[in-house]
């Protein structure tokens, strides 16, 4: 699986982002896809997170602004992100983990290649 990240930005402060992950293989049934960032300084933090169910969850410090959604027939997943802040400001990254033990690379995590979001205040 490989996954091309698309969508960040320079953004002013309330602002929103439609970030975007598109992948090469099969994913949807069968993973947990998941967003993170990671922020100058700090360690990579999970932002939204799917089960293959379709069960999502986002962070506390985003709830009720960013949510994790995706287009099966795109194989696209998206964090659409409002009412941004500077402290959003980080390289976001989108995450594969598969979770059937069916699958050969079962508990393996894909990564794409981070994509820069920038809230100015």
């Known amino acids: 699986v490989q996954l091309q990240a698309s969508g960040g930005g320079l953004v002013q402060s309330g602002g929103s982002l439609r970030l975007s992950c598109t992948a090469s293989g099969d994913i949807f049934g069968t993973s947990r896809i998941n967003w993170y960032r990671q922020a100058p300084g700090r360690e990579r933090e999970s932002v939204a997170t799917m089960s293959r169910t379709g069960e999502v969850s986002v962070e506390n410090s985003v709830k009720g602004r960013f949510t994790i959604s995706r287009d099966v027939a795109e194989n696209t997943f998206y964090l659409h992100m409002n009412e941004l802040k500077p402290e959003d400001t980080a390289v976001y990254y989108c995450?594969?983990?598969?979770?059937?033990?069916?699958?050969?690379?079962?508990?393996?995590?894909?990564w794409g290649q981070g994509t820069q979001v920038t809230v100015s205040s």
């Open positions: 995450n594969v983990r598969r979770t059937t033990p069916w699958k050969s690379d079962s508990g393996h995590d894909y």
